[in-house]
């Protein structure tokens, strides 16, 4: 697993204007997270690879510890996970 470091997320504005071009937002947030429907997290996480605001919007979602959904192509446990482990790093 890659070491995430952040610090402030770029202003939205700034954003490639292709972020989640096309998809239905609804697939980045789906019903059960870190677990399930698990077809339509990995829907999302794959639309995440391809994106050119990935870092952006994981930028923007990192310091948010209750964001609910897919962001930057991981899903809040995950970043919950590497919020942690960037802490235990810092300290």
Do not use: V
């Not at 829907?43 to 923007?60: I, N, S």
């Amino acid at each position: 697993m890659t070491t995430l470091r952040f610090t402030a997320a770029p202003p939205l504005e700034t954003w490639p204007e292709q972020a989640c071009t096309g998809a239905d937002p609804r697939i980045f947030f789906p019903k059960k997270e870190g677990g399930g429907p698990a077809s339509q997290e990995a829907a999302a996480k794959a639309l995440c690879r391809r994106c050119p605001a990935r870092e952006h919007c994981k930028a923007y979602a990192m310091p948010i510890q209750d964001l609910t959904g897919i962001w930057g192509g991981l899903n809040a446990n995950e970043r919950t996970r590497a919020r942690k482990k960037q802490q235990k790093e810092a300290s």
